[in-house]
């Protein structure tokens, strides 16, 4: 029976691998009826819209090899053998649905779950700080390297780098906890490239984070992170990039595990280094740069059985940096922004990072914390936070930002009613936003006059 089973896998990957040459730009799609995906891809394929493809157990992509999904197309996953597509670097995925075709990842089972998609990991050439050395999520030792995190490979490093596109995509029910602070996302990115295209993509009902950036230069928009268990938006390794149009929901009665840790689940969570691998400084520090985002806590659900996991609408920490602008933040549970570390302290306090003309609604009575561990930086505290953080609004309830529907988690409308002041206020587009970044006349993710969310979006799941 082994030698039977170890036969049928061989014969599959084989199948799948070899539909064209490594170097044909339009490869031939399979031509055989077994749409389970196993073990090793080193050769070009392209998965069509005419099957439903099976995901088994961890896919590594390798040498130079591109996967092309068609628009349209379903890859499923079970339960038993939680699939995990791996872009490996030098490799490309090249995934372009459309709004009333999109890509989807998920579960293949009858009663869909967290955790029955292993997810999606893309590992690229461009630089990072080597905070961490191997993709987190318990793969492969051969094939779970980050390019550039080692002496060997440092110097190889290229920050224009193209792990391929990803534009109308849905990833559902994905994610693995290994172990604490070591886990497996809905989409996972390790050193991406500024070549690379990422945009259209949500991210529903993972275990873990929704998206995290491990290092890389990209940048992304149109993103959507909604209904996960722990952080949104995650970032670390050095990774420096601009998102814009970004929308974090969170469920107010599901979060991941968070036991007695003391760990929170964020809207945004971004660190520089864990402190043990390498000082706070290490460099290249991660800077994020976000416009137009839409950031939606629980709300006020204190009855919920999760309600002491919730945290922060942003939880900058461990020396990282940022600027945020023309963004709206409400029913975080405890501040709108955190900052910790002397480090990412010190950014703020000399202009070095950025908070201004936002929305900020919290539960908590102050919008702004500062960490304990902030302790050289003189006279930065909570209302020095606040001086510096220009024309930001400042709501006492949610109903005051006057969203359509933010808190109907069954489908969420964060557009912005007639009258509020996301219209009004104005935004403001300089220094780093100044170049790079599209200039609505709107705060937040979503304009009144057209959602970009309609069509390819699926909730309620």
């Known amino acids: 029976m082994k030698k039977l089973l170890g036969l049928s896998i061989l014969v599959a990957t084989t199948a799948l691998v070899s539909c064209s040459k490594s170097d044909d730009p339009t490869p031939t799609p399979p031509v055989n009826t077994d749409t389970n995906i196993r073990g090793v891809i080193s050769k070009n394929i392209t998965l069509t819209k005419d099957k439903t493809w099976t995901l088994r157990g961890p896919i590594y992509v390798t040498a130079g090899a591109t996967v092309t999904i068609e628009a349209g197309t379903k890859i499923v996953s079970k339960k038993d053998s939680a699939g995990i597509l791996v872009i490996t670097p030098g490799c490309k995925i090249n995934a372009a649905g459309t709004s009333s075709a999109p890509i989807v990842f998920t579960s293949g089972e009858t009663n869909p779950a967290p955790g029955d998609f292993g997810g999606i990991v893309i590992s690229g050439k461009a630089t990072v700080n080597g905070n961490h050395k191997t993709v987190e999520g318990g793969l492969d030792p051969k094939y779970s390297a980050i390019w550039g995190a080692t002496e060997a490979t440092k110097s190889q490093a290229n920050d224009a780098d193209n792990s391929g596109v990803m534009q109308y995509v849905r990833i559902e029910y994905a994610g693995k906890a290994v172990s604490p602070d070591v886990e497996l996302n809905g989409l996972s990115l390790y050193g991406v490239g500024s070549g690379t295209t990422f945009d259209h993509i949500q991210v529903t009902r993972g275990v873990d984070d929704a998206f995290e950036f491990f290092g890389g230069t990209f940048n992304a928009k149109y993103l959507i992170a909604y209904g996960n268990g722990d952080d949104d938006f995650d970032f670390d390794d050095g990774f420096r990039g601009n998102l814009q149009y970004i929308i974090s929901i969170k469920d107010p009665n599901v979060t991941d595990n968070k036991g007695t840790s003391g760990d929170y689940s964020n809207n945004i969570e971004s660190d520089n280094t864990d402190g043990k691998t390498g000082p706070y400084t290490t460099t290249p520090v991660t800077k994020v740069n976000i416009s137009n985002a839409t950031l939606v806590?629980?709300?006020?659900?204190?009855?919920?059985?999760?309600?002491?996991?919730?945290?922060?609408?942003?939880?900058?920490?461990?020396?990282?940096?940022?600027?945020?602008?023309?963004?709206?933040?409400?029913?975080?549970?405890?501040?709108?922004?955190?900052?910790?570390?002397?480090?990412?302290?010190?950014?703020?306090?000399?202009?070095?990072?950025?908070?201004?003309?936002?929305?900020?609604?919290?539960?908590?009575?102050?919008?702004?914390?500062?960490?304990?561990?902030?302790?050289?930086?003189?006279?930065?505290?909570?209302?020095?936070?606040?001086?510096?953080?220009?024309?930001?609004?400042?709501?006492?309830?949610?109903?005051?930002?006057?969203?359509?529907?933010?808190?109907?988690?069954?489908?969420?409308?964060?557009?912005?009613?007639?009258?509020?002041?996301?219209?009004?206020?104005?935004?403001?587009?300089?220094?780093?936003?100044?170049?790079?970044?599209?200039?609505?006349?709107?705060?937040?993710?979503?304009?009144a006059a057209a959602d970009w969310t309609t069509g390819w979006t699926a909730w309620g799941k």
């Open 297 to 447: 806590g629980p709300g006020n659900t204190p009855n919920s059985p999760v309600w002491n996991n919730y945290g922060y609408g942003n939880r900058w920490r461990r020396g990282s940096t940022f600027n945020v602008a023309n963004s709206i933040i409400i029913g975080v549970k405890l501040n709108g922004v955190s900052i910790e570390s002397n480090e990412a302290a010190q950014s703020f306090n000399d202009g070095g990072s950025t908070f201004k003309n936002n929305i900020l609604q919290t539960l908590a009575a102050a919008p702004y914390r500062v960490g304990s561990d902030v302790t050289t930086v003189a006279g930065f505290n909570p209302a020095k936070v606040q001086e510096l953080a220009l024309t930001t609004v400042y709501a006492a309830s949610a109903d005051d930002v006057k969203l359509t529907d933010p808190f109907n988690f069954a489908k969420p409308n964060v557009a912005p009613k007639a009258d509020s002041q996301a219209l009004t206020m104005g935004t403001k587009f300089e220094g780093v936003f100044a170049a790079g970044f599209d200039k609505p006349n709107y705060v937040g993710a979503v304009s």
